[in-house]
């Protein structure tokens, strides 16, 4: 006998994937996204970079991901002190971070850790501002009433050994 299946499972489209249950309280780490998005000026900052950034304005090639996009990645990797790989991965896993770049999980992708790697070496080699640009939005948010320390973000390590 065939076992029964679901209707709704967990596949890409499906209701799982696309539907956040309500919760009774909000993540700590989705306020701290929302008080960022409230206190930086998105379009001063984007201003000091845009002449370096073109990708998602060029007129040939393939588009790349938008700077607002990007520019959030760099302030979550900078906040909680991540390499590119562990933006990528916690974009992937936190339904927060996602919203807060402007991205779903799945549509749009979100930015690989090339891209994001990519994007970091471009803003950290370009003097964009005096002190670069993690500066620029330490001061707007302190200018704005908010405290901001980075934070840390650790993954368990789990090995195999030998019992010989």
């Known amino acids: 006998m065939k076992d029964q299946v679901n209707g709704v ?29 409230q206190a930086l000026p998105w379009d001063l900052v984007e201003a000091d970079i845009r002449p370096h950034y073109q990708a998602d304005i060029r007129a040939t090639g393939r588009k ?16 909680w002190d991540l390499s590119d790989d ?7 896993d936190s339904h927060s971070v996602c ?5 779903d999980s799945w549509q749009p992708r979100p930015p690989s850790a090339t891209a994001i790697r ?35 973000m650790v993954e368990p390590m789990i090995k195999r050994v030998n019992n010989d």
């Open 9 to 37: 499972t967990a596949e890409v489209g499906s209701l799982f994937t696309n539907v956040r249950w309500c919760k009774s309280k909000q993540p700590k780490r989705a306020d701290i996204l929302e008080c960022i998005n």
């Open 64 to 79: 790349g991901y938008s700077l607002r996009m990007m520019l959030r990645c760099y302030i979550v990797q900078r906040l």
């Open 86 to 92: 562990g933006v990528e991965s916690l974009i992937l």
């Open 99 to 103: 919203k807060f770049i402007g991205s």
């Open 118 to 152: 990519n994007f970091r070496k471009l803003i950290d080699t370009k003097q964009v501002t005096e002190h670069g640009i993690w500066w620029r939005c330490y001061w707007l948010m302190r200018k704005a009433g908010f405290d901001v320390r980075v934070g840390k």
